[in-house]
């Protein structure tokens, strides 16, 4: 019902900035809760950065300072502005969306993201 299109990873060095956006299509409920999580082979998923519709935002503790969430309602799309990039920020980032009114939990495909000299 909810399609998540993930883009921007690729490959920086450390220190560089990067921009991930996901744009969401299909059944979007309003009151939602969009976010990024992210993933290496044989971790857990763990969340980097969510923002509410209503504009609440949450951030790893690894991440503050140095990663920005921002969202975009009319066209449906959640950034995440990446700076200050460290080795191990390298990882495969999902878009997360999650309608407060339904019980349904949507995920993209991911971006990779890498970070290295």
């Known amino acids: 019902q909810v399609q998540l299109v993930e883009s921007g990873g690729g490959l920086v060095q450390p220190g560089g900035s990067l921009r991930l956006s996901c744009v969401a299509s299909g059944s979007i409920f309003s009151i939602n809760t969009m976010g990024w999580h992210r993933q290496t082979p044989g971790n857990q998923r763990e969340l980097v950065a969510s923002a509410t519709s209503g504009g609440q935002t949450n951030y790893a503790e690894s991440v503050k300072g140095r990663f920005t969430i921002s969202r975009d309602n009319a066209k449906n799309t959640v950034y995440l502005q990446m700076n200050s990039l460290k080795p191990e920020d390298t990882a495969v980032y999902y878009c997360?969306?999650?309608?407060?009114?339904?019980?349904?939990?949507?995920w993209g495909q991911g971006t990779t993201v890498t970070v290295s000299s």
């Open positions: 997360n969306f999650r309608p407060l009114l339904a019980a349904q939990n949507y």
